[in-house]
């Protein structure tokens, strides 16, 4: 009974144990990758939610709805650029290391 709860906070590790405690998702860099990520996404659609409507608003009474308009779509562009970017990037270093592999 002891040995059994030892076991389960790691104080003792069988050969049996190892596997299971290797395996832990929480510890393992992809899942924390994944948090840092989904953590900074968070942060920013809250600056987006919070910021957005007030600088729209300024911008409104001193420039024009249609240029905050104008403004709103370049950013969108923007955005869809960085996204086409990244997945393009990510493409090239795939092929880079599959051609590395290749050779050598």
């Not at 596997?19 to 929480?26: E, M, N, V, Y």
């Not at 899942?31 to 989904?38: H, I, Q, V, Y």
């Not at 104008?70 to 086409?84: A, N, Q, R, T």
């Amino acid at each position: 009974m002891l040995s059994e709860a030892l076991c389960k906070r790691g104080m003792i590790v069988s050969s049996s144990f190892k596997s299971a405690l290797a395996r832990d998702p929480f510890r393992s860099s992809a899942f924390l990758r994944l948090w840092l990520g989904l953590n900074i996404s968070y942060l920013g659609e809250q600056f987006t939610f919070l910021v957005g409507p007030v600088l729209a608003g300024i911008l409104a009474t001193h420039v024009g709805g249609a240029y905050v308009l104008l403004i709103d779509e370049e950013g969108f562009l923007l955005m869809g650029l960085l996204v086409f970017l990244s997945l393009l990037f990510r493409v090239l270093n795939t092929m880079q290391r599959k051609l590395q592999k290749r050779t050598g």
